[in-house]
């Protein structure tokens, strides 16, 4: 969805506000439209009479002197988590906040832009998932006062998918996220272990603690995925042969890229999950089930072996955390 304002709102500016005050202007109206995997909207569909071409909700703010405390407008989304907000300088003047209507985007390792992107106008993908039609309130907090306005977010009438439909694409997006979120959690857990471990003193490298602790880094490190090979973490042996039977174990790297592209193909138009994104969500969250409980394994009974052969070799023990 796109925020097409409606031709008829009117933006308040620094001119009708006193200069001893702060004000927040009421948002425009906003008319979603269809998603086209990147392209613009409006080019491919019959025009709407009192619509204009598309841009993001702009909120338009006036702090007063002196330079006070401020917290940026905010789109408030309750029950669902706030998206987040742009900081705006703490002096006098006119600002304006800009919200795409997405919610917080998502813990990625990567991003790609879609072959559709237009130069310094297109965001790298994957993004946070779109609000749903309904009536939102930004609020701006600045010197101890508190300032809200209404925004309303409205279906392009073109538009015939059910508000149910559009409630249920929603639920799998923000999934989709929550898993990204505990992926990178973990990964960056692994990261600081493997940090821990590459600053063992050199004794503990030799003989068969060294392979111990060799043993340990390759089993992190499959965990992570590349990823976690990161400068000054301990370097992984290679890899033991594949197992005849069944997949390889996913890592946490690869599994972040793969729910990264089901959330872009999930955005990529209005409407109800496919059977196959929704399969392919379930089939992804239990692999990343069975790449965090390795993990758990990892920093719970590994390392506390881990630990005990270094306290008898007399060397300190890897902190857990």
Known sequence: MTLLPSSKSSIATSA??????????????????PQLMGAAPPAALPPVPGLVPPVPV???????????????????????????????????GMHRFVWDLRYSPPDALSHEYPISAVVHDTPPEPLGPLVLPGTYQVKLTAGGQSFTQP??????????T???????????????????????????QVKQLRGRVAALPASARKGALGREVAAFVAKAAAIAGSEGDEEGAAPAPPAPPARRRGAPAASLEQLNDDLGRLLVLLNGADEAPTTQQQAGFAELERRLGGALARWDELRGRDLERLNDRLRRAGAAPVAAE
């Open 16 to 33: 009708a506000v006193p200069a001893a005050t702060q004000h927040l202007a009421s948002p425009v109206v906003g008319v979603s439209v």
């Open 58 to 92: 702009l909120v338009p703010a006036v702090l007063a002197l002196p330079p006070v405390p401020v917290t940026p407008p905010v789109p408030v989304m309750t029950p669902e988590v706030p998206a987040v907000g742009l900081a705006l300088p703490a002096v006098p």
């Open 151 to 160: 925004l309303e977010v409205r279906m392009d009438p073109r538009v015939r």
């Open 162 to 188: 059910p508000a149910d439909s559009l409630a249920q694409q929603l639920k799998l997006a923000n999934g989709i996220v929550a898993a990204m979120g505990r992926d990178a959690a973990a990964l960056r």
